[in-house]
Protein backbone atom coordinates (compact mmCIF):
# COMPACT_ATOMS: atom_id res chain seq x y z
CA UNK A 1 0.00 0.00 0.00
CA UNK A 2 1.17 3.30 -0.87
CA UNK A 3 1.11 5.93 2.03
CA UNK A 4 -0.16 9.29 -0.32
CA UNK A 5 -0.26 12.63 1.80
CA UNK A 6 -2.00 15.39 -0.58
CA UNK A 7 -2.18 18.87 0.18
CA UNK A 8 -4.30 21.56 -1.23
CA UNK A 9 -3.53 24.47 -2.90
CA UNK A 10 -3.35 28.36 -1.02
CA UNK A 11 -5.91 30.60 -2.84
CA UNK A 12 -4.47 32.90 -5.57
CA UNK A 13 -3.69 36.63 -4.67
CA UNK A 14 -2.99 38.58 -7.64
CA UNK A 15 -0.85 40.26 -5.64
CA UNK A 16 2.43 39.57 -7.99
CA UNK A 17 6.04 40.25 -5.85
CA UNK A 18 8.50 38.06 -7.88
CA UNK A 19 8.88 37.73 -11.19
CA UNK A 20 10.96 34.26 -12.26
CA UNK A 21 12.76 33.70 -15.82
CA UNK A 22 12.74 30.12 -16.99
CA UNK A 23 8.80 27.98 -16.02
CA UNK A 24 10.92 24.59 -16.66
CA UNK A 25 10.49 21.03 -14.03
CA UNK A 26 12.85 22.66 -10.92
CA UNK A 27 10.96 26.37 -10.59
CA UNK A 28 7.40 24.41 -10.34
CA UNK A 29 8.58 22.08 -8.09
CA UNK A 30 11.33 24.03 -6.27
CA UNK A 31 11.18 27.88 -5.12
CA UNK A 32 7.19 27.40 -5.68
CA UNK A 33 7.14 24.76 -2.97
CA UNK A 34 8.38 27.01 -0.85
CA UNK A 35 6.92 30.17 -1.65
CA UNK A 36 3.54 27.88 -1.19
CA UNK A 37 4.60 26.62 2.32
CA UNK A 38 5.52 30.04 3.45
CA UNK A 39 2.05 31.36 2.20
CA UNK A 40 0.27 28.57 3.91
CA UNK A 41 1.93 29.38 7.30
CA UNK A 42 2.17 32.93 7.32
CA UNK A 43 -0.61 33.79 5.37
CA UNK A 44 1.57 36.59 3.99
CA UNK A 45 -0.07 36.77 0.04
CA UNK A 46 2.57 39.80 -1.37
CA UNK A 47 4.65 37.14 -2.74
CA UNK A 48 2.98 35.34 -5.84
CA UNK A 49 4.68 34.77 -8.95
CA UNK A 50 4.79 35.87 -12.26
CA UNK A 51 6.79 33.11 -14.42
CA UNK A 52 7.92 33.12 -17.96
CA UNK A 53 9.55 31.17 -20.57
CA UNK A 54 11.80 32.76 -22.90
CA UNK A 55 12.13 29.80 -25.23
CA UNK A 56 10.52 26.11 -24.67
CA UNK A 57 7.80 25.90 -23.63
CA UNK A 58 5.08 27.87 -25.21
CA UNK A 59 2.73 24.62 -24.58
CA UNK A 60 3.75 24.57 -20.59
CA UNK A 61 2.54 28.51 -20.47
CA UNK A 62 -0.39 28.13 -22.27
CA UNK A 63 -1.69 24.53 -20.28
CA UNK A 64 -1.23 26.46 -16.90
CA UNK A 65 -3.10 29.58 -17.86
CA UNK A 66 -6.07 26.90 -18.84
CA UNK A 67 -5.43 25.53 -15.58
CA UNK A 68 -5.75 28.58 -13.68
CA UNK A 69 -2.15 28.40 -12.88
CA UNK A 70 -2.77 25.40 -10.37
CA UNK A 71 -0.78 22.41 -10.68
CA UNK A 72 0.88 19.18 -8.54
CA UNK A 73 4.13 18.58 -7.38
CA UNK A 74 4.21 14.77 -6.72
CA UNK A 75 7.39 14.50 -3.82
CA UNK A 76 8.50 10.91 -3.41
CA UNK A 77 10.69 10.19 -0.52
CA UNK A 78 10.77 6.10 -1.76
CA UNK A 79 8.49 4.45 -4.24
CA UNK A 80 6.18 4.20 -0.87
CA UNK A 81 6.02 7.42 0.11
CA UNK A 82 4.38 10.33 -1.65
CA UNK A 83 3.70 13.95 -0.95
CA UNK A 84 1.45 15.45 -3.60
CA UNK A 85 0.96 18.88 -3.15
CA UNK A 86 -1.01 21.67 -5.44
CA UNK A 87 1.04 24.96 -5.98
CA UNK A 88 -1.27 28.32 -5.88
CA UNK A 89 1.46 30.55 -5.84
CA UNK A 90 1.87 31.46 -9.49
CA UNK A 91 -0.94 33.69 -10.26
CA UNK A 92 0.47 34.35 -14.18
CA UNK A 93 2.65 33.51 -16.96
CA UNK A 94 4.34 34.53 -20.22
CA UNK A 95 6.36 33.65 -23.03
CA UNK A 96 8.60 35.64 -24.84
CA UNK A 97 10.08 33.41 -27.27
CA UNK A 98 10.34 32.47 -30.56
CA UNK A 99 6.69 31.01 -32.23
CA UNK A 100 8.64 27.62 -33.47
CA UNK A 101 4.92 26.55 -35.33
CA UNK A 102 6.14 29.53 -38.01
CA UNK A 103 9.31 28.37 -38.66
CA UNK A 104 12.79 29.76 -38.57
CA UNK A 105 10.82 32.75 -39.98
CA UNK A 106 8.91 32.89 -36.29
CA UNK A 107 7.81 35.77 -34.55
CA UNK A 108 9.52 36.92 -31.50
CA UNK A 109 7.86 37.91 -28.19
CA UNK A 110 4.06 37.25 -28.26
CA UNK A 111 4.35 38.23 -24.43
CA UNK A 112 7.24 40.36 -24.35
CA UNK A 113 5.60 43.85 -23.52
CA UNK A 114 3.26 42.40 -20.89
CA UNK A 115 6.27 40.92 -19.20
CA UNK A 116 8.70 44.08 -19.27
CA UNK A 117 5.58 46.26 -17.69
CA UNK A 118 5.37 42.86 -14.66
CA UNK A 119 9.21 43.73 -14.28
CA UNK A 120 9.31 47.50 -14.24
CA UNK A 121 6.17 47.33 -11.82
CA UNK A 122 6.68 48.51 -8.36
CA UNK A 123 5.13 45.90 -7.21
CA UNK A 124 7.82 43.66 -8.23
CA UNK A 125 10.96 43.64 -5.51
CA UNK A 126 12.49 39.67 -6.70
CA UNK A 127 13.16 38.43 -10.21
CA UNK A 128 14.55 34.81 -9.62
CA UNK A 129 15.76 33.19 -12.82
CA UNK A 130 16.53 29.31 -13.90
CA UNK A 131 17.46 29.64 -17.30
CA UNK A 132 20.04 26.61 -17.32
CA UNK A 133 23.92 27.73 -17.12
CA UNK A 134 23.68 28.36 -20.60
CA UNK A 135 20.93 31.02 -20.61
CA UNK A 136 23.34 33.30 -19.14
CA UNK A 137 25.51 33.55 -22.32
CA UNK A 138 28.88 33.30 -20.25
CA UNK A 139 31.99 31.73 -21.12
CA UNK A 140 31.81 28.79 -18.77
CA UNK A 141 35.38 28.63 -18.21
CA UNK A 142 35.99 32.73 -18.52
CA UNK A 143 32.90 33.75 -17.27
CA UNK A 144 32.90 36.63 -19.78
CA UNK A 145 29.82 37.66 -21.88
CA UNK A 146 29.17 36.04 -24.97
CA UNK A 147 29.01 39.04 -27.57
CA UNK A 148 29.33 37.31 -30.34
CA UNK A 149 26.28 34.85 -29.98
CA UNK A 150 23.23 36.01 -32.42
CA UNK A 151 20.91 36.68 -29.18
CA UNK A 152 23.01 39.08 -27.59
CA UNK A 153 24.12 40.48 -30.23
CA UNK A 154 20.16 41.34 -30.99
CA UNK A 155 19.96 42.58 -27.72
CA UNK A 156 22.64 45.20 -28.04
CA UNK A 157 21.16 46.19 -31.42
CA UNK A 158 17.71 46.36 -30.69
CA UNK A 159 17.84 46.51 -26.26
CA UNK A 160 14.31 48.19 -26.13
CA UNK A 161 13.09 44.25 -27.74
CA UNK A 162 15.23 41.60 -25.84
CA UNK A 163 15.31 37.93 -26.72
CA UNK A 164 17.58 36.57 -23.76
CA UNK A 165 17.77 36.94 -19.87
CA UNK A 166 20.55 39.12 -19.36
CA UNK A 167 18.52 41.63 -22.43
CA UNK A 168 15.40 41.23 -20.32
CA UNK A 169 17.17 42.35 -17.08
CA UNK A 170 18.84 45.18 -18.64
CA UNK A 171 16.19 46.71 -20.08
CA UNK A 172 13.53 46.24 -17.45
CA UNK A 173 16.02 47.83 -14.78
CA UNK A 174 16.69 50.67 -17.67
CA UNK A 175 12.58 51.24 -17.37
CA UNK A 176 12.76 51.57 -13.77
CA UNK A 177 15.68 53.55 -13.50
CA UNK A 178 13.78 56.23 -15.90
CA UNK A 179 10.87 55.93 -13.82
CA UNK A 180 12.21 56.76 -10.97
CA UNK A 181 11.57 53.16 -8.97
CA UNK A 182 14.31 51.30 -6.87
CA UNK A 183 15.60 47.86 -9.06
CA UNK A 184 14.77 44.51 -7.94
CA UNK A 185 16.78 41.83 -6.12
CA UNK A 186 18.18 39.63 -8.94
CA UNK A 187 18.42 35.90 -7.72
CA UNK A 188 19.70 33.37 -9.87
CA UNK A 189 18.76 29.73 -8.77
CA UNK A 190 21.00 27.35 -11.29
CA UNK A 191 23.53 25.25 -10.55
CA UNK A 192 26.33 27.78 -11.69
CA UNK A 193 29.33 28.44 -9.13
CA UNK A 194 28.85 32.18 -7.94
CA UNK A 195 25.40 32.20 -10.01
CA UNK A 196 24.74 35.50 -8.44
CA UNK A 197 28.59 37.28 -9.23
CA UNK A 198 28.13 35.49 -12.63
CA UNK A 199 24.13 36.64 -13.04
CA UNK A 200 25.55 40.40 -12.24
CA UNK A 201 28.43 40.00 -14.58
CA UNK A 202 26.06 38.87 -17.60
CA UNK A 203 24.00 41.73 -16.85
CA UNK A 204 26.78 44.96 -16.16
CA UNK A 205 28.43 44.11 -19.25
CA UNK A 206 25.39 44.07 -21.21
CA UNK A 207 24.21 47.38 -19.84
CA UNK A 208 27.88 48.74 -20.38
CA UNK A 209 27.23 48.42 -24.12
CA UNK A 210 23.76 49.95 -23.95
CA UNK A 211 24.65 53.05 -21.78
CA UNK A 212 27.60 53.58 -19.56
CA UNK A 213 25.49 55.52 -16.61
CA UNK A 214 23.03 52.84 -16.54
CA UNK A 215 25.66 49.91 -16.09
CA UNK A 216 26.89 52.29 -12.96
CA UNK A 217 23.76 52.29 -12.02
CA UNK A 218 23.45 49.00 -11.87
CA UNK A 219 26.50 47.93 -10.67
CA UNK A 220 25.68 50.54 -7.50
CA UNK A 221 22.19 49.70 -6.73
CA UNK A 222 21.20 46.18 -7.59
CA UNK A 223 21.82 43.40 -5.51
CA UNK A 224 22.51 39.67 -6.83
CA UNK A 225 23.09 37.03 -4.31
CA UNK A 226 24.00 34.06 -4.81
CA UNK A 227 22.04 30.69 -4.16
CA UNK A 228 22.60 26.90 -3.65
CA UNK A 229 19.49 24.94 -4.84
CA UNK A 230 19.00 21.17 -4.58
CA UNK A 231 16.06 18.85 -5.48
CA UNK A 232 16.60 16.13 -7.96
CA UNK A 233 13.20 17.07 -10.41
CA UNK A 234 13.31 15.11 -13.90
CA UNK A 235 11.97 15.92 -17.00
CA UNK A 236 8.68 13.97 -16.92
CA UNK A 237 7.74 10.98 -18.67
CA UNK A 238 4.45 9.31 -19.67
CA UNK A 239 4.90 6.45 -16.93
CA UNK A 240 5.33 9.48 -14.32
CA UNK A 241 2.16 10.69 -15.94
CA UNK A 242 0.24 7.42 -15.34
CA UNK A 243 1.91 7.17 -11.93
CA UNK A 244 0.04 10.24 -11.41
CA UNK A 245 -2.91 9.21 -12.65
CA UNK A 246 -3.03 6.02 -10.86
CA UNK A 247 -3.47 8.61 -7.42
CA UNK A 248 -6.23 10.08 -9.26
CA UNK A 249 -4.24 13.43 -10.50
CA UNK A 250 -4.26 14.12 -14.56
CA UNK A 251 -2.84 17.04 -14.67
CA UNK A 252 -0.92 17.82 -17.79
CA UNK A 253 1.25 20.52 -16.05
CA UNK A 254 2.26 17.91 -12.52
CA UNK A 255 5.91 17.77 -11.60
CA UNK A 256 7.73 14.75 -9.91
CA UNK A 257 10.60 14.93 -7.70
CA UNK A 258 12.25 13.72 -4.87
CA UNK A 259 11.42 14.89 -0.89
CA UNK A 260 14.87 16.17 -0.28
CA UNK A 261 14.80 19.84 -0.94
CA UNK A 262 17.33 22.05 0.04
CA UNK A 263 17.38 26.07 -0.68
CA UNK A 264 20.78 27.90 0.61
CA UNK A 265 20.66 31.78 -0.14
CA UNK A 266 23.18 34.59 0.62
CA UNK A 267 21.20 36.95 2.94
CA UNK A 268 21.37 40.75 0.45
CA UNK A 269 17.95 41.57 -0.51
CA UNK A 270 17.77 45.50 0.19
CA UNK A 271 14.23 45.69 -1.61
CA UNK A 272 12.92 42.93 0.86
CA UNK A 273 11.90 39.17 0.65
CA UNK A 274 9.56 36.30 2.07
CA UNK A 275 10.44 35.57 5.82
CA UNK A 276 10.73 32.25 4.43
CA UNK A 277 13.59 30.90 7.22
CA UNK A 278 10.25 28.96 8.68
CA UNK A 279 9.80 26.78 5.23
CA UNK A 280 13.16 25.66 5.34
CA UNK A 281 15.15 27.87 3.27
CA UNK A 282 18.42 28.55 4.84
CA UNK A 283 19.80 32.31 5.12
CA UNK A 284 23.96 32.41 5.30
CA UNK A 285 26.32 35.34 4.84
CA UNK A 286 28.38 33.13 2.26
CA UNK A 287 26.75 30.45 0.05
CA UNK A 288 30.17 29.98 -1.80
CA UNK A 289 31.00 26.23 0.74
CA UNK A 290 27.60 24.76 0.38
CA UNK A 291 27.73 25.62 -3.84
CA UNK A 292 30.79 24.26 -4.22
CA UNK A 293 30.27 20.80 -2.83
CA UNK A 294 26.86 20.91 -4.11
CA UNK A 295 28.34 21.43 -7.20
CA UNK A 296 31.64 19.34 -7.17
CA UNK A 297 30.35 16.38 -5.37
CA UNK A 298 26.58 16.12 -6.28
CA UNK A 299 26.43 17.05 -9.55
CA UNK A 300 30.48 16.22 -10.27
CA UNK A 301 28.73 12.88 -9.73
CA UNK A 302 25.78 13.03 -11.88
CA UNK A 303 28.08 14.35 -14.59
CA UNK A 304 30.10 10.77 -14.00
CA UNK A 305 27.39 8.76 -14.33
CA UNK A 306 25.51 10.55 -17.16
CA UNK A 307 28.79 10.10 -19.69
CA UNK A 308 29.58 6.62 -18.78
CA UNK A 309 26.32 5.34 -18.21
CA UNK A 310 25.28 6.75 -21.53
CA UNK A 311 28.14 5.04 -23.41
CA UNK A 312 27.28 1.89 -22.07
CA UNK A 313 23.39 1.72 -22.63
CA UNK A 314 22.27 2.53 -18.84
CA UNK A 315 19.28 4.67 -19.15
CA UNK A 316 18.91 6.06 -15.47
CA UNK A 317 20.47 7.32 -12.40
CA UNK A 318 18.94 4.51 -10.29
CA UNK A 319 19.78 2.27 -12.48
CA UNK A 320 23.35 2.78 -13.13
CA UNK A 321 23.60 3.16 -9.21
CA UNK A 322 22.65 -0.63 -8.87
CA UNK A 323 26.00 -1.24 -10.77
CA UNK A 324 28.20 -1.97 -7.86
CA UNK A 325 31.48 -0.84 -9.49
CA UNK A 326 29.79 2.36 -10.37
CA UNK A 327 29.00 3.41 -6.94
CA UNK A 328 32.85 2.41 -6.06
CA UNK A 329 33.65 5.18 -8.86
CA UNK A 330 31.25 7.66 -7.26
CA UNK A 331 32.40 7.14 -3.55
CA UNK A 332 35.98 6.99 -4.43
CA UNK A 333 35.45 10.76 -6.91
CA UNK A 334 33.58 12.04 -4.18
CA UNK A 335 36.08 11.32 -0.99
CA UNK A 336 39.16 11.34 -3.06
CA UNK A 337 38.74 13.77 -5.82
CA UNK A 338 35.81 16.60 -4.72
CA UNK A 339 35.69 16.27 -0.84
CA UNK A 340 39.71 17.54 -0.61
CA UNK A 341 39.10 20.07 -2.60
CA UNK A 342 36.32 21.78 -0.60
CA UNK A 343 36.68 24.50 2.09
CA UNK A 344 33.57 23.87 4.50
CA UNK A 345 32.69 25.00 7.72
CA UNK A 346 34.09 22.50 10.33
CA UNK A 347 30.51 20.48 11.50
CA UNK A 348 30.21 19.43 8.07
CA UNK A 349 30.53 15.54 7.36
CA UNK A 350 31.07 14.78 3.65
CA UNK A 351 31.32 10.95 4.27
CA UNK A 352 27.50 11.46 5.29
CA UNK A 353 26.80 13.87 2.34
CA UNK A 354 28.13 10.87 0.28
CA UNK A 355 26.08 8.29 1.41
CA UNK A 356 23.03 10.67 1.64
CA UNK A 357 23.96 11.54 -2.00
CA UNK A 358 24.12 7.46 -2.70
CA UNK A 359 21.06 6.96 -1.39
CA UNK A 360 18.97 9.83 -3.48
CA UNK A 361 20.46 8.54 -6.33
CA UNK A 362 19.29 4.97 -5.55
CA UNK A 363 15.85 6.30 -5.30
CA UNK A 364 14.12 4.04 -8.22
CA UNK A 365 10.50 5.59 -7.75
CA UNK A 366 12.39 8.69 -10.26
CA UNK A 367 13.17 8.06 -13.40
CA UNK A 368 16.08 10.19 -14.00
CA UNK A 369 17.40 9.83 -17.14
CA UNK A 370 21.30 10.13 -17.77
CA UNK A 371 20.44 11.90 -21.28
CA UNK A 372 18.80 14.70 -19.65
CA UNK A 373 22.11 15.06 -17.43
CA UNK A 374 24.38 14.78 -20.04
CA UNK A 375 22.71 17.87 -21.70
CA UNK A 376 25.06 21.12 -22.08
CA UNK A 377 28.44 19.20 -20.52
CA UNK A 378 29.71 22.08 -22.16
CA UNK A 379 28.67 24.45 -19.90
CA UNK A 380 29.10 22.33 -16.79
CA UNK A 381 32.43 20.51 -16.53
CA UNK A 382 34.38 23.30 -15.63
CA UNK A 383 32.32 24.07 -12.05
CA UNK A 384 31.46 20.01 -11.92
CA UNK A 385 35.03 18.54 -11.87
CA UNK A 386 37.71 20.31 -13.36
CA UNK A 387 38.12 23.81 -10.98
CA UNK A 388 38.18 20.81 -8.49
CA UNK A 389 41.17 18.64 -10.99
CA UNK A 390 43.53 22.20 -10.74
CA UNK A 391 42.77 22.07 -7.42
CA UNK A 392 43.89 18.67 -6.79
CA UNK A 393 46.66 18.67 -9.25
CA UNK A 394 48.07 21.76 -7.36
CA UNK A 395 48.53 19.56 -4.48
CA UNK A 396 50.09 17.08 -6.57
CA UNK A 397 46.59 15.12 -5.98
CA UNK A 398 44.62 12.03 -7.76
CA UNK A 399 41.96 12.68 -10.50
CA UNK A 400 41.88 9.37 -12.15
CA UNK A 401 38.02 9.51 -11.97
CA UNK A 402 37.86 12.70 -13.43
CA UNK A 403 39.99 12.13 -15.97
CA UNK A 404 37.87 9.08 -16.59
CA UNK A 405 34.61 11.57 -16.64
CA UNK A 406 36.31 13.95 -19.25
CA UNK A 407 37.62 10.81 -21.73
CA UNK A 408 33.72 9.26 -21.05
CA UNK A 409 32.48 12.83 -22.10
CA UNK A 410 34.73 13.23 -24.91
CA UNK A 411 33.31 10.38 -26.49
CA UNK A 412 30.02 10.87 -25.79
CA UNK A 413 29.73 14.15 -27.70
CA UNK A 414 30.64 11.60 -30.90
CA UNK A 415 26.74 10.99 -31.11
CA UNK A 416 26.79 7.15 -30.60
CA UNK A 417 27.68 5.32 -27.06
CA UNK A 418 30.67 2.27 -26.79
CA UNK A 419 28.44 -0.02 -28.68
CA UNK A 420 27.60 2.35 -31.74
CA UNK A 421 23.85 3.20 -30.65
CA UNK A 422 23.33 6.86 -31.61
CA UNK A 423 21.94 9.44 -29.61
CA UNK A 424 21.26 13.02 -30.12
CA UNK A 425 24.17 15.81 -28.20
CA UNK A 426 22.34 18.13 -26.85
CA UNK A 427 24.84 21.28 -26.15
CA UNK A 428 25.35 24.81 -27.48
CA UNK A 429 29.09 23.79 -28.79
CA UNK A 430 27.62 20.82 -30.21
CA UNK A 431 28.70 21.27 -33.95
CA UNK A 432 32.12 22.57 -32.95
CA UNK A 433 32.22 18.97 -31.36
CA UNK A 434 31.25 17.04 -33.72
CA UNK A 435 33.62 18.84 -35.28
CA UNK A 436 36.85 17.89 -33.75
CA UNK A 437 35.68 14.27 -34.23
CA UNK A 438 35.19 14.49 -37.74
CA UNK A 439 38.69 16.13 -37.92
CA UNK A 440 40.46 13.69 -35.75
CA UNK A 441 38.09 10.43 -35.85
CA UNK A 442 40.41 7.75 -32.99
CA UNK A 443 43.29 9.17 -33.63
CA UNK A 444 43.60 10.04 -29.13
CA UNK A 445 46.60 11.88 -29.59
CA UNK A 446 45.29 14.17 -31.71
CA UNK A 447 41.72 14.12 -30.53
CA UNK A 448 42.17 14.64 -26.64
CA UNK A 449 44.54 17.67 -27.06
CA UNK A 450 41.93 19.14 -29.65
CA UNK A 451 38.98 19.12 -27.13
CA UNK A 452 41.04 20.39 -24.51
CA UNK A 453 42.06 23.03 -26.87
CA UNK A 454 38.71 24.39 -26.27
CA UNK A 455 39.12 27.25 -24.05
CA UNK A 456 35.13 27.99 -23.51
CA UNK A 457 35.50 24.68 -21.73
CA UNK A 458 38.94 23.96 -20.07
CA UNK A 459 40.81 26.30 -18.51
CA UNK A 460 44.31 26.81 -20.37
CA UNK A 461 46.35 26.37 -17.42
CA UNK A 462 44.48 22.62 -16.63
CA UNK A 463 44.67 22.20 -20.21
CA UNK A 464 48.86 22.44 -20.66
CA UNK A 465 49.24 20.49 -17.29
CA UNK A 466 50.79 17.21 -18.88
CA UNK A 467 49.73 14.93 -15.71
CA UNK A 468 45.78 16.26 -16.80
CA UNK A 469 45.98 15.68 -20.85
CA UNK A 470 47.79 11.85 -19.97
CA UNK A 471 45.59 10.94 -17.58
CA UNK A 472 42.50 11.63 -20.11
CA UNK A 473 44.21 10.08 -23.22
CA UNK A 474 45.05 6.72 -21.13
CA UNK A 475 41.49 6.60 -20.14
CA UNK A 476 40.14 6.99 -23.31
CA UNK A 477 41.92 4.63 -24.75
CA UNK A 478 41.26 2.34 -22.00
CA UNK A 479 37.20 3.25 -22.65
CA UNK A 480 36.89 2.59 -25.85
CA UNK A 481 39.24 -0.23 -26.77
CA UNK A 482 37.90 -2.33 -23.18
CA UNK A 483 35.04 -1.19 -22.45
CA UNK A 484 32.97 0.30 -18.96
CA UNK A 485 33.46 -2.44 -16.78
CA UNK A 486 37.27 -2.78 -17.49
CA UNK A 487 37.91 0.75 -17.65
CA UNK A 488 36.55 0.87 -13.93
CA UNK A 489 38.03 -2.41 -12.99
CA UNK A 490 41.97 -0.82 -14.23
CA UNK A 491 40.80 2.08 -12.57
CA UNK A 492 40.10 0.45 -8.91
CA UNK A 493 43.34 -1.63 -9.50
CA UNK A 494 45.11 1.42 -9.98
P1 LIG B 1 13.52 22.29 -17.88
O1 LIG B 1 14.05 21.68 -19.11
O2 LIG B 1 12.24 21.81 -17.31
O3 LIG B 1 13.37 23.84 -18.11
C1 LIG B 1 14.42 24.59 -18.63
C2 LIG B 1 14.04 26.06 -18.50
O4 LIG B 1 15.14 26.83 -18.93
C3 LIG B 1 12.86 26.42 -19.37
O5 LIG B 1 12.12 27.38 -18.69
C4 LIG B 1 13.53 27.03 -20.60
O6 LIG B 1 12.71 27.96 -21.24
C5 LIG B 1 14.72 27.71 -19.96
N1 LIG B 1 15.84 27.93 -20.88
C6 LIG B 1 16.62 26.99 -21.47
N2 LIG B 1 17.57 27.60 -22.22
C7 LIG B 1 17.37 28.93 -22.09
C8 LIG B 1 18.02 30.07 -22.63
N3 LIG B 1 19.07 29.96 -23.43
N4 LIG B 1 17.54 31.29 -22.29
C9 LIG B 1 16.48 31.42 -21.47
N5 LIG B 1 15.82 30.39 -20.93
C10 LIG B 1 16.27 29.16 -21.23
O7 LIG B 1 14.71 22.18 -16.81
P2 LIG B 1 14.65 22.35 -15.23
O8 LIG B 1 14.54 21.04 -14.62
O9 LIG B 1 13.62 23.36 -14.89
O10 LIG B 1 16.09 22.89 -14.91
C11 LIG B 1 16.45 24.22 -15.22
C12 LIG B 1 17.69 24.59 -14.44
O11 LIG B 1 17.39 24.57 -13.04
C13 LIG B 1 18.88 23.63 -14.58
O12 LIG B 1 19.63 23.92 -15.72
C14 LIG B 1 19.65 23.91 -13.31
O13 LIG B 1 20.50 25.02 -13.46
C15 LIG B 1 18.55 24.24 -12.31
N6 LIG B 1 18.31 23.09 -11.43
C16 LIG B 1 17.57 22.01 -11.85
C17 LIG B 1 17.41 20.92 -11.02
C18 LIG B 1 16.64 19.70 -11.45
O14 LIG B 1 16.77 18.65 -10.80
N7 LIG B 1 15.82 19.74 -12.48
C19 LIG B 1 17.95 20.93 -9.66
C20 LIG B 1 18.78 22.07 -9.35
C21 LIG B 1 18.91 23.11 -10.21
C1 LIG C 1 21.67 17.40 -12.81
C2 LIG C 1 21.03 18.42 -11.88
O1 LIG C 1 20.69 17.85 -14.90
C3 LIG C 1 21.76 17.85 -14.26
O2 LIG C 1 22.81 18.18 -14.74
O3 LIG C 1 22.96 17.12 -12.32
O4 LIG C 1 20.01 19.13 -12.43
C4 LIG C 1 20.62 17.81 -10.55
O5 LIG C 1 19.53 16.92 -10.70
C5 LIG C 1 20.25 18.86 -9.57
O6 LIG C 1 21.24 19.82 -9.48
C6 LIG C 1 19.90 18.32 -8.19
O7 LIG C 1 19.71 19.37 -7.33
Request: aromatic share 6%.
Amino acid sequence: MQDVTRLPASTGSGRIGIVHLGLGAFHRAHQAVYLERYRQRSGDDAWGVSSANLRANVALVDALREAGHRYHVAEYADSERVTVREIGVIEETHFTGQDKSAGRDGHWGRDLEALLVRLASPETRLVTLTVTEKGYFLSPASGELLVDDPLIAADIATPEAPRTAPGLLVEALYRRRHAGLPPFTVLSCDNMPDNGKRSRAAVIQLAARRDAELAAWIEREVAFPCSMVDRIVPAMTGTDFARLAELGIEDPNAVVGEAFSQWVVEDDFPQGRPAWEADGVEMVADVAPFETMKLRMLNGSHSLLAYLGALDGIETVAEAVSRDDLVVLLRRYMLDEAAPTLAMPEDADLEAYAEQLLERFANDSLRHRLQQIAMDGSQKLPQRWLHGAQARLAVGGDISCTALGVAAWIRYTAGADLAGCSHAVDDPLAERLADLHARHGDDVAALVPAFLAVEDVFPPELAAEPRFAEAVMAAYTTLTQQGLARALAALARA
